[in-house]
């Protein structure tokens, strides 16, 4: 049987970066615990003051299916590459055919530059376009395959 896991990333701004995420992934907002409206009524309740409100974010994916993603907020700057990132499959995976995954690719790329990313660089595979690779908004490296 397999383990339940999910995913923490340390940030400085847990909420923009888990809007960015939730539009990246399709995911939503990890409602509040049972027996609370929403998290800010959570917060007051457990008596957090309210400058720690965005020290973290929680996102579900709306399925059940795959992985919780949380963000916490960190002193620290990222400052290297990181050496685990995320593939976004918009294309559809390497065994979809490359003249319908490549306009796939391209229009996530622009979706997400849109949402706050950046472009970093275009790999080819076999001498035509194969992935792109940004960046979310604090620098973060991912893939659009």
Do not use: I
Not at 54 to 68: I, K, S
């Amino acid at each position: 049987m397999a383990t339940r896991w999910s995913l923490t990333v340390d940030c400085a701004d847990p909420a923009t970066l888990a809007r960015f995420w939730a539009e990246a992934l399709g995911y939503v907002e990890r409602p509040a615990p049972e027996g609370f409206a929403n998290w800010p009524e959570w917060l007051l309740h457990h008596g957090v003051p309210e400058d720690e409100w965005n020290d973290g974010a929680y996102l579900r994916d709306p399925d059940g299916t795959g992985p919780g993603l949380s963000f916490l907020k960190v002193p620290e700057r990222k400052v290297v590459k990181n050496r685990l990132h995320l593939d976004v499959q918009a294309g559809g995976g390497r065994e979809t055919p490359w003249e319908m995954r490549w306009p796939r690719v391209l229009a996530a790329a622009e979706r997400l530059t849109a949402a706050g990313a950046r472009v970093l660089r275009e790999e080819t595979l076999q001498g035509r376009p194969d992935h792109l690779v940004l960046a979310d908004p604090e620098g973060n490296e991912f893939c659009v395959v």
